[in-house]
């Protein structure tokens, strides 16, 4: 009963928090909805049956597609308690064999979250409609078109959502008798974005725990306006709940009232977001939050301006800051302001989260994502960021008017929910094991209805409707270029890795000196040596007396635990020292910057070692192998294969004699250098001095003491990374097409994006760059 309740509290607390992150978008849509479905020919059609009809059809749309479709249907599609685009593209892939990940390995199926539990019965037989999409490898490239689609249009909402919120909620100005000229709103929205924007780089963590109180707050008060204005100025308005009004708005307007459809769907704007928060909540937080609060709230709200619009007709311009009582009107445009930067807020860091995503997919150009212990759930990507901010800025400015803001708007709302709704199609087949006739169902019912919404928005293309349709487009190009691009390069390290046998050939000192240290060769191929290797000996007379062979890659997975991340494999004989370190994260996993990977890696390594001399009887290593790989699992007994002590500094641990029984391969002016240079460099501050010794036990292997003393020495002398300086070409009996993606635009990508050291955080002092010619 004690653990019920609290759990009971742990919802509830979820369901508060959701506020701030999942609803912001949504509830600011009141600011904007009416005046754009009015804004059209369907402004002269001024009658009761027409204001009562738009009503309705706001609540049915509301009702069904943010209610039914989303919180009640798509939600329990989480992807191990992730949404969006690509969290459902994940879930596919992972029952259907459509994965376009290059390095994907047997060992990944064997992680904890890689099948979510109720979803997947290995006994249940293949259907025939999953042996023929597996058999057409062009199912591939349309499923993952269809999921950056709809990230492309996520990324639009980034753009449209801080231009459309911020500048409605300003233009309340306008309301009073003083009417300001609206440059000047235009003037005050830019500076509210600016400041907005640029706030990013500090995190938003010291005043995150407001964000929820002001939606909370926001919406408790259009709720109250909303019941105002029902009771003062037309009480019948609950007629129109009835969807016999929708039959009665078209009769009266026709052509007009379809034409209007994109200004009423502007009431589900934020429904995606909604969606792709899910991962800061749970299924059962958001289905509280926005069935108690957010839908009754909005309700209440639409159906109280209707009531006043009815009466008003004149007031249909401004409607919403028109129908406010004025004594509580500037109360109001206070919170209104503060609501709609908390939604541009809540959909700006849903933005980076997206584009993180798409470049764990390897469809995105290499990015710094920025992430600190204190920032609770939220990244940061620099050059999203003032990305972002100049395509505000230029909507807003452009535009100037909330209306032609919202035909993007709305275009790029209605073509992500189609897109989401194509995919949960996908997920009710393959992933939940439906029958194909309730796929088919939810695809014609619910797609249905977003189809007639797209179509009348896709009439305001030529007035503003072109901005979704060109960033996606450009977006899409940027990814598609990139992922090709990265795809050939993969496959030419592919076909020219070195063979064992050539490594054999060399003996166990590779045919050059070993020099103290470790060498870790950053390479994108989880098997195999790479050509970068054979390079590396051929030009420089010595490699590092241990060399492990880093592979980063991602899992189709949000998140991988710590103790499932590090695959571990041994290259050739023992005596070589050399291995292979596949580290895997999630797509929603965040390369932190504290992270001690030297150090982890060194521990998993001695584990390895030690377990592999035992048997791996002790089951610390994973049953799933994969050629010669094995999961090395976080255990207790780390402290059993080496002790760990931190350090002060260079000069205090080389004369420490308890630290360590091994010397230090490099010279004292060598250290002193180094401990300069750390000193100078604010980013290697917080690295953690960590030595490593052998734990005083008379009943380890001699070979294995060998084997773990060497290791030490080697991260005592110091730890080189070694990573590729690729120059990437086409080849010359290429095709024009083939030559002018990869010289021309792939190449520019790589050129104007970030280094892969700094998206790897490796230290710029321990970095050796070598340069490879790809012909792909």
């Given at each position: 009963?004690?653990?019920?309740?609290?759990?009971?509290?742990?919802?509830?607390?979820?369901?508060?928090?959701?506020?701030?992150?999942?609803?912001?978008?949504l509830?600011?849509?009141?600011?904007?909805?009416?005046?754009?479905?009015?804004?059209?020919n369907?402004?002269?059609?001024?009658?009761?049956?027409?204001?009562?009809?738009?009503?309705?059809?706001?609540?049915?749309?509301?009702?069904?597609?943010?209610?039914?479709?989303?919180?009640?249907?798509?939600?329990?599609?989480?992807?191990?308690?992730?949404?969006?685009?690509?969290?459902?593209?994940?879930?596919?892939?992972?029952?259907?064999?459509?994965?376009?990940?290059?390095?994907h390995?047997?060992?990944?199926?064997?992680i904890?979250?890689?099948?979510?539990?109720?979803y997947?019965n290995?006994?249940?037989?293949?259907?025939?409609?999953?042996?023929?999409?597996?058999?057409?490898?062009?199912?591939?490239?349309?499923?993952?078109?269809?999921?950056?689609?709809?990230?492309?249009?996520?990324?639009?909402?980034?753009?449209?959502?801080?231009?459309?919120?911020?500048?409605?909620?300003?233009?309340?100005?306008?309301?009073?008798?003083?009417?300001?000229?609206?440059?000047?709103?235009?003037?005050?929205?830019?500076?509210?974005?600016?400041?907005?924007?640029?706030?990013?780089?500090?995190?938003?963590?010291?005043?995150?725990?407001?964000?929820?109180?002001?939606?909370?707050?926001?919406?408790?008060?259009?709720?109250?306006?909303?019941?105002?204005?029902?009771?003062?100025?037309?009480?019948?308005?609950?007629?129109?709940?009835?969807?016999?009004?929708?039959?009665?708005?078209?009769?009266?307007?026709?052509?007009?009232?379809?034409?209007?459809?994109?200004?009423?769907?502007?009431c589900?704007?934020?429904?995606?977001?909604?969606?792709?928060?899910?991962?800061?909540?749970?299924?059962?937080?958001?289905?509280?939050?926005?069935?108690?609060?957010?839908?009754?709230?909005?309700?209440?709200?639409?159906?109280g301006?209707?009531?006043?619009?009815?009466?008003?007709?004149?007031?249909?311009?401004s409607?919403?800051?028109?129908?406010?009582?004025?004594?509580?009107?500037?109360?109001?445009?206070?919170?209104a302001?503060?609501?709609?930067?908390?939604a541009?807020?809540?959909v700006?860091?849903?933005t980076?989260?997206?584009?993180?995503?798409c470049?764990?997919?390897?469809?995105?150009?290499?990015?710094?994502?920025?992430?600190?212990?204190?920032?609770?759930?939220?990244?940061?990507?620099?050059?999203?960021?003032?990305?972002?901010?100049?395509?505000?800025?230029?909507?807003?400015a452009?535009?100037?008017?909330?209306?032609?803001?919202?035909?993007?708007?709305?275009?790029?709302?209605?073509?992500?929910?189609?897109?989401?709704?194509?995919?949960?199609?996908?997920?009710?087949?393959?992933?939940?094991?439906?029958?194909?006739i309730?796929?088919?169902?939810?695809?014609?019912?619910?797609g249905?209805?977003?189809?007639?919404?797209?179509?009348s928005?896709?009439?305001?293309?030529?007035?503003?409707?072109?901005?979704?349709?060109?960033?996606?487009?450009?977006l899409?190009?940027?990814?598609?270029?990139?992922?090709?691009?990265?795809?050939?390069?993969?496959?030419?390290?592919?076909?020219?890795?070195?063979?064992?046998?050539?490594?054999?050939?060399?003996?166990?000192?590779?045919?050059?000196?070993?020099?103290?240290?470790?060498?870790l060769?950053?390479?994108?191929?989880?098997?195999?040596?790479?050509?970068?290797?054979?390079?590396?000996?051929?030009?420089?007379?010595?490699i590092?007396?241990?060399?492990?062979?880093?592979?980063?890659?991602?899992?189709?997975?949000?998140?991988?635990?710590?103790?499932?991340?590090?695959l571990?494999?041994?290259?050739?004989?023992?005596?070589?020292?050399?291995?292979?370190?596949?580290?895997?994260?999630?797509?929603?996993?965040?390369?932190?910057?504290?992270?001690?990977?030297?150090?982890?890696?060194?521990?998993?390594?001695?584990?390895?070692?030690?377990?592999?001399?035992?048997?791996?009887?002790?089951?610390?290593?994973?049953?799933?192998?994969?050629?010669?790989?094995?999961v090395?699992?976080?255990?207790?007994?780390?402290?059993?294969?080496?002790?760990?002590?931190?350090?002060?500094?260079?000069?205090?641990?080389?004369?420490?004699?308890l630290?360590?029984?091994?010397t230090?391969?490099?010279?004292?002016?060598?250290q002193?250098?180094?401990?300069m240079?750390?000193?100078?460099?604010?980013?290697?501050?917080?690295?953690?001095?960590?030595?490593?010794?052998?734990?005083?036990?008379?009943?380890?292997?001699?070979?294995?003491?060998?084997?773990?003393?060497?290791l030490?020495?080697?991260?005592?002398?110091?730890?080189?990374?070694?990573?590729?300086?690729?120059?990437?070409?086409?080849?010359?009996?290429?095709?024009?097409?083939?030559?002018?993606?990869?010289?021309?635009?792939?190449?520019?990508?790589?050129?104007?994006?970030?280094?892969?050291?700094?998206?790897?955080?490796?230290?710029?002092?321990?970095?050796?760059?070598?340069?490879?010619n790809?012909?792909?």
């Amino acid at each position: 009963m004690v653990e019920r309740k609290s759990q009971h509290k742990h919802v509830l607390l979820l369901a508060y928090q959701s506020f701030g992150l999942a609803y912001g978008a949504l509830s600011v849509s009141p600011l904007y909805v009416y005046r754009s479905t009015f804004s059209g020919n369907l402004q002269h059609h001024q009658n009761e049956y027409v204001i009562f009809g738009a009503f309705s059809l706001i609540f049915w749309t509301l009702t069904l597609l943010p209610l039914f479709n989303y919180v009640i249907i798509t939600l329990n599609a989480d992807d191990n308690g992730e949404g969006g685009p690509i969290a459902l593209y994940s879930l596919i892939c992972r029952h259907v064999k459509l994965s376009l990940l290059p390095n994907h390995q047997a060992a990944d199926e064997e992680i904890s979250t890689y099948h979510k539990p109720g979803y997947i019965n290995r006994n249940t037989p293949s259907s025939p409609l999953k042996r023929f999409v597996e058999k057409h490898k062009k199912t591939r490239n349309v499923l993952l078109l269809m999921a950056l689609l709809g990230a492309c249009l996520m990324i639009g909402y980034g753009v449209l959502t801080p231009s459309i919120s911020v500048l409605a909620s300003i233009e309340g100005l306008q309301v009073q008798t003083e009417r300001p000229h609206h440059s000047i709103v235009v003037v005050i929205a830019c500076v509210v974005l600016v400041g907005l924007f640029a706030l990013q780089h500090f995190g938003t963590y010291r005043v995150a725990f407001l964000f929820s109180p002001i939606v909370i707050v926001w919406l408790l008060c259009i709720a109250a306006i909303g019941v105002y204005n029902i009771i003062e100025w037309n009480p019948r308005i609950y007629e129109a709940l009835s969807p016999y009004y929708i039959y009665k708005f078209f009769r009266n307007t026709g052509k007009d009232g379809w034409l209007s459809l994109g200004g009423i769907l502007l009431c589900t704007a934020g429904t995606g977001s909604m969606f792709l928060g899910l991962g800061h909540f749970t299924t059962a937080s958001i289905r509280i939050s926005f069935s108690c609060v957010v839908y009754p709230c909005l309700v209440l709200q639409f159906m109280g301006q209707a009531a006043f619009i009815s009466k008003n007709f004149s007031s249909i311009s401004s409607s919403f800051y028109a129908s406010i009582p004025d004594p509580v009107f500037w109360p109001v445009f206070v919170i209104a302001i503060l609501a709609a930067i908390v939604a541009s807020q809540a959909v700006i860091s849903a933005t980076f989260s997206i584009v993180k995503q798409c470049h764990a997919l390897g469809c995105f150009p290499r990015i710094k994502v920025v992430h600190k212990s204190k920032w609770i759930g939220q990244t940061y990507i620099p050059e999203m960021n003032w990305i972002l901010m100049i395509l505000c800025l230029t909507v807003t400015a452009g535009f100037r008017k909330t209306t032609l803001i919202a035909n993007a708007y709305g275009i790029a709302c209605i073509a992500d929910a189609l897109v989401t709704t194509c995919l949960m199609s996908l997920v009710i087949i393959f992933v939940q094991h439906k029958n194909l006739i309730i796929s088919l169902l939810f695809l014609l019912f619910f797609g249905s209805i977003e189809a007639i919404y797209l179509s009348s928005s896709c009439m305001e293309i030529p007035r503003g409707g072109w901005v979704p349709l060109v960033l996606s487009s450009v977006l899409m190009l940027i990814m598609h270029v990139w992922h090709y691009g990265t795809r050939r390069k993969y496959l030419y390290d592919l076909q020219n890795k070195v063979s064992m046998k050539w490594i054999l050939t060399l003996g166990p000192s590779l045919g050059i000196v070993r020099v103290p240290g470790i060498g870790l060769i950053y390479t994108e191929l989880a098997t195999g040596v790479p050509a970068i290797f054979s390079d590396f000996v051929t030009n420089l007379p010595a490699i590092h007396q241990v060399v492990i062979f880093v592979c980063v890659k991602s899992v189709l997975v949000p998140y991988v635990s710590h103790k499932e991340r590090y695959l571990i494999g041994r290259i050739g004989p023992k005596a070589y020292r050399m291995y292979r370190c596949i580290v895997r994260y999630g797509y929603k996993d965040v390369h932190k910057e504290e992270e001690d990977f030297e150090n982890h890696l060194v521990t998993c390594l001695a584990e390895f070692i030690k377990l592999e001399a035992e048997g791996s009887g002790s089951g610390t290593i994973d049953g799933s192998v994969d050629g010669r790989m094995a999961v090395v699992r976080t255990s207790e007994k780390f402290g059993t294969r080496l002790v760990m002590s931190e350090g002060a500094g260079i000069e205090e641990s080389s004369s420490s004699s308890l630290l360590t029984t091994v010397t230090n391969g490099k010279s004292v002016t060598l250290q002193k250098l180094q401990s300069m240079y750390e000193q100078e460099s604010p980013h290697l501050s917080h690295r953690r001095r960590v030595q490593f010794k052998l734990p005083d036990t008379d009943y380890m292997d001699s070979h294995v003491k060998e084997e773990l003393s060497e290791l030490v020495e080697a991260k005592r002398a110091g730890v080189a990374y070694i990573i590729g300086h690729s120059r990437i070409k086409a080849r010359r009996n290429s095709s024009f097409f083939k030559k002018f993606v990869i010289n021309m635009a792939y190449s520019f990508l790589r050129k104007n994006c970030r280094a892969p050291a700094v998206t790897l955080t490796i230290p710029h002092i321990s970095l050796i760059g070598v340069g490879m010619n790809y012909h792909v």
